[in-house]
């Protein structure tokens, strides 16, 4: 037992120093990709890492999950990934239909989310903003049975933080869509980025699970979020 503790820690230190030398080599010039392979207590898997996109592999039996982290330095950066999801939406077929993440242009009204998508039964959730500070999800419109729920949740934080709103706008969401409809909802100019994760793998990992994120924080601490 103490010999697989050690086997495990050393496993963890290994993969830590090489995420590190990986982000210097992000900062000191554009990387190849690079294919890190590991094992950890029963998981196993592999970092592909592609013009500053960090794709993490994890595999638990015959569950395989695909994660993309992006790293955002500047302006161009968000736009190299940008263009790299529109890429992504063109290898799509016709009639898929597959979830993604939308992260708006600037923070929006809900009359504007609706502009955006028409179709709301496409909304599986949204992502807000609260005012001066804070986030959260929540369905998209707000049903009914939850509108007082909702009150009642910022008044009792109003109380201890003045000027408190709970939905000071939208910022992203998370829909199911076809290429078509995901490509026409990208061209939106209230829409910044529609993400569909890295399918480019789905040949080699047909039945694993995406995990999308949107790139709200990235966007509001590169260029400020409106």
Do not use: W
């Not at 736009?79 to 290898?91: D, G, H, P, Q």
């Amino acid at each position: 037992m103490k010999y697989k503790i050690l086997i495990v820690i050393g496993c963890l230190a290994l993969i830590f120093i090489m995420a590190c030398i990986s982000v210097y080599a992000i900062k000191e010039k554009p990387l190849e990709t690079k294919e890190i392979p590991f094992e950890i207590d029963g998981m196993s898997g592999e970092v592909i890492e592609i013009e500053g996109e960090r794709i993490v592999i994890e595999k638990y039996g015959v569950y395989t999950s695909i994660e993309s982290f992006p790293e955002f330095s500047d302006n161009e950066s968000l736009e190299a990934y940008r263009t790299r999801n529109i890429e992504r939406l063109s290898m799509l077929s016709e009639n898929e239909e597959v979830d993604a993440v939308v992260t708006f242009e600037k923070v929006l009204s809900e009359d504007e989310v609706k502009q955006v998508f028409g179709n709301e039964e496409k909304i599986i959730h949204v992502k807000i903003r609260s005012y001066p500070e804070g986030s959260g999800r929540m369905s998209f419109p707000i049903k009914p049975e939850d509108q007082e729920k909702y009150k009642i949740l910022e008044k009792a934080i109003g109380n201890k933080i003045e000027g408190f709103r709970l939905i000071d706008g939208y910022v992203s969401a998370e829909i199911c869509g076809t290429k078509h409809e995901l490509q026409m909802i990208s061209e939106n100019p209230l829409v910044f980025d529609v993400n569909i994760g890295p399918v480019e793998l789905k040949k080699e990992y047909p039945n694993a699970h995406f995990c999308l994120r949107d790139i709200f924080y990235a966007l509001e601490e590169i260029r400020g979020y409106q």
